[in-house]
């Protein structure tokens, strides 16, 4: 859900009420994936032959649980941010609809934005130096 800004208290609430009725709860994205997998007990096998980053990955997520007899609650679905285009329309909009009110301290929406669009821009281990370093030259 790191890449979900409308995961928030009372998502996460309704999820650990669904996972005391459930083996698993999943949050579906508009994309095909999920952006949160909550599970009662380890299933590392749900993670195998899954072809991340497509949009097979909820068919297929949900399939491994079936196949490991497990029940399956499902919530309703989430937009996420994989891509710039992603970030661009989260940031687009209304401010109410991320919750931003409740970050203490509040976030700075743009530059946020600008470092997202630098972090895009780079590839590899270039990325993760400067992740690692957090130097995007903007002050």
């Known amino acids: 859900g790191g890449d979900c800004p409308d995961i928030d208290t009372t998502v996460l609430r309704d999820v650990e009420a669904r996972l005391s009725k459930a083996d698993a709860v999943v949050a579906p994205a508009s994309d095909g994936g999920y952006v949160l997998l909550a599970l009662k007990a380890e299933h590392p096998e749900l993670f195998e032959d899954i072809a991340w980053s497509t949009e097979a990955v909820l068919t297929q997520t949900l399939a491994s649980a079936h196949a490991c007899s497990l029940s399956v609650s499902l919530t309703e679905a989430f937009q996420d941010i994989d891509d710039l285009k ?12 991320r919750q931003v009110e409740s970050i203490n301290p509040p976030i700075d929406w743009e530059r946020l934005s600008l470092i997202a669009i630098e972090g895009f821009k780079l590839k590899g281990e270039n990325r993760q130096e400067r992740l690692r370093e957090n130097t995007w030259g903007l002050k």
């Open 86 to 97: 992603g970030l661009m329309n989260s940031l687009a909009r209304p401010t109410d609809s």
